[in-house]
């Protein structure tokens, strides 16, 4: 198993330590803002424990993927709304 784990983030490459979640992935690519509310507020991860689903993303081109509770994988393609 590799110690690191490469993956894409609004078409930035990325690399996480492995066990990394996708929002780890996400910080380290500079993003701090994930996603904008109905209103254009910005949203990004509050709770870090999938309850609050302010850290929605699209991963792999599905939808509404909490990124704190996804693990990063391998060729992981993720996409932010900002």
């Known amino acids: ?33 994930f ?12 709770c870090g424990m999938g309850v609050c689903f302010e850290c929605r993303v699209r991963i792999d081109e599905l939808g509404q993927q909490r990124a704190c509770m996804t693990p990063a994988r391998e060729g992981m393609r993720v996409a932010t709304d900002d």
């Open 35 to 46: 996603r904008r509310s109905v209103t254009g507020q910005p949203r990004a991860p509050l």
């Open 1 to 33: 198993m590799s110690a690191t784990v490469r993956l894409e983030v609004n078409g930035r490459a990325v690399e996480v330590p492995a066990g990394s979640s996708v929002a780890a992935a996400i910080a380290q690519a500079g993003i701090t803002v």
